[in-house]
């Protein structure tokens, strides 16, 4: 699969199909769940539980297929929609905590993500992590699988901007930070929600294993389904 720079990858939407050298990048951003750490199947499943118990019933893929890529206040808006009632936002406390206890004994990083994270750090582009998550989950979640070291100070959330993805506010805040112009990026996601707010922030994406392959496809975004696709030539 042709990636970035000494990545190779498909420039911005009106421009797919070319190959870009590394002379035209200098910031990897990574998405967190669902692209380091494989947080997405325990995620939804502890959400399922909590759902179920707030009077939604639902299972882990049904949480994943309602909520993947969105962010807390999101999903608490959307359950008072679906009960039609006010919904005390203490589940959310209790929610957050037992994810956070099951991170730290459950969660894996991605296969194969460590290693993409060196080949892009060896080949001397910048890296960093936007995540619609909390920075005391991405502390968690990051810490448990051994890469917090690798982003340390580079890490921002959906918290930290005025709108969440598919705003493009966090991808361009986080460029900002990191000191690179916004066509100077390439985004990994693998949420519709990410892959939209990167794809408004003018950057180039890769999907990794992201629902509505051909409709991203179509928009210029290279897919992959493990990240040792994602070579450096």
């Not at 499943?45 to 969105?70: C, D, I, P, Y």
């Not at 730290?104 to 001397?124: N, Y």
């Not at 890469?147 to 959330?157: A, V």
Request: charged residues 25%; aromatic residues 4%.
């Amino acid at each position: 699969m042709a990636l970035l720079g000494k990545l190779s990858l498909p420039a911005k939407p009106c421009q797919r199909g070319r190959m870009i050298s590394k002379i035209h990048t200098d910031l990897i951003i990574f998405d967190c769940d669902g692209v380091l750490v494989d947080s997405e199947p325990l995620s939804n499943t502890v959400m399922a539980e909590h759902m179920t118990r707030l009077g939604w019933s639902m299972n882990g893929a049904e949480s994943m297929q309602s909520f993947k890529g969105s962010t807390m206040t999101q999903v608490h808006r959307a359950i008072e929609d679906h009960l039609g009632t006010d919904i005390d936002r203490a589940w959310l406390d209790a929610f957050r905590r037992e994810l956070m206890d099951r991170m730290r004994v459950e969660l894996r990083p991605i296969l194969g993500i460590k290693a993409l994270i060196a080949r892009v750090q060896a080949a001397g582009f910048k890296t960093c992590v936007a995540s619609q998550g909390r920075h005391e989950k991405m502390a968690v979640s990051l810490g448990a699988t051994g890469l917090l070291d690798l982003f340390e100070g580079r890490i921002f959330s959906a918290v930290d901007v005025a709108n969440p993805k598919p705003a493009p506010d966090l991808f361009l805040h986080a460029a900002a930070q990191m000191g690179a112009m916004a066509d100077r990026c390439v985004v990994i996601e693998d949420s519709m929600t990410g892959v939209q707010g990167a794809l408004a922030a003018g950057m180039r994406v890769i999907g990794y294993d992201a629902e509505e392959s051909g409709v991203l496809k179509r928009e210029g975004v290279v897919m992959v389904s493990a990240m040792e696709e994602v070579t450096i030539i």
